[in-house]
């Protein structure tokens, strides 16, 4: 989630809401929660075309 919240420049609860509202998806692995690169990815290009 750090990560996520870094390359996206939110903090973690606008990441967790993010996933809440499924703007973002996730993947338990153990007890790490890993956000999918590819929505990352998808909104970073959303926001580079918007700018």
């Known amino acids: 989630m750090g990560e996520a919240s870094k ?4 903090g973690r609860s606008t990441i967790y ?3 809440e509202s499924g703007a ?3 993947r ?4 790490r929660t890993l ?6 990815d998808r ?3 959303s926001s580079h075309q918007a700018g």
Do not use: C, E, N
Not at 28 to 31: A, P
Not at 35 to 40: C, E, K, P, W
């Open 24 to 26: 973002l998806g996730k």
């Open 17 to 19: 809401r993010q996933i």
């Open 28 to 31: 338990k692995i153990g007890s």
């Open 35 to 40: 956000i999918v690169r590819f929505d990352i």
């Open 43 to 45: 909104i970073l290009s």
């Open 7 to 10: 390359l996206l420049g939110v």
